[in-house]
Structures are given as structure tokens and as C-alpha cells.
């Protein structure tokens, strides 16, 4: 029983995250999805379930810190954004802070 919750709420989760997709902005990065080993709608589903909101923005880059390549997603949360940081290779969430303009 325990298991089957388990696996329903990951199940809500990745639909959510799918339905999400549509109203976010595009992905950018599109040139390092190959070196992903962690797909969009699952890294969108960390970062949901990190920072409970709706995905404003998303991107794939690479950066400093984990593997080198992180999604970057802008989360609108009670009236505030914050960029959280999953990385594309493990699926660890690597940030989870406000959004400052940088």
C-alpha cells in the first residue's frame, strides 16, 4: 500500500510538472539535452516538490557546482520568484534561493 502511494504521488507529480510545461517559457539549452541524464519533466517535478509554486522560467546550462550541468528554473511562490538549481546529471537540487537579478 505504502508503495503503490508512493508511486502515485510521483505519478501526479511528473503530470503536473507536464502540465506546467505549457505555461512556462520554453526551455533554453537546448544543445546540451544530450548530455542530460535527467529529462525535463522530471528535473521540473524536483524542483516543484523543492519550491511548491509555478515555473515561470526554465533553462539547461552549464554551470559551476555538481556535475556542470544544471536546469535553472524561475518559481513563483507566494508572490515571490526563486531560482532553483537541479542537476541535470544527478537530479540533486543544487539551489533553492531567491531570484536576485544577476
Known sequence: MRSFLITSAACAAFVLAGAAAAQAKP??????????KVNL?????TALHARPGKIVGQELEKEKGGSGLRYSFD???KGTTYEVGVDARTGKVLENDLDTPD
Open 75 to 77: 518559481v513563483k511562490s
Open 27 to 36: 526551455l533554453t539549452g537546448h544543445q546540451y539535452l544530450a548530455s542530460a
Open 41 to 45: 519533466a522530471q528535473a521540473r517535478a
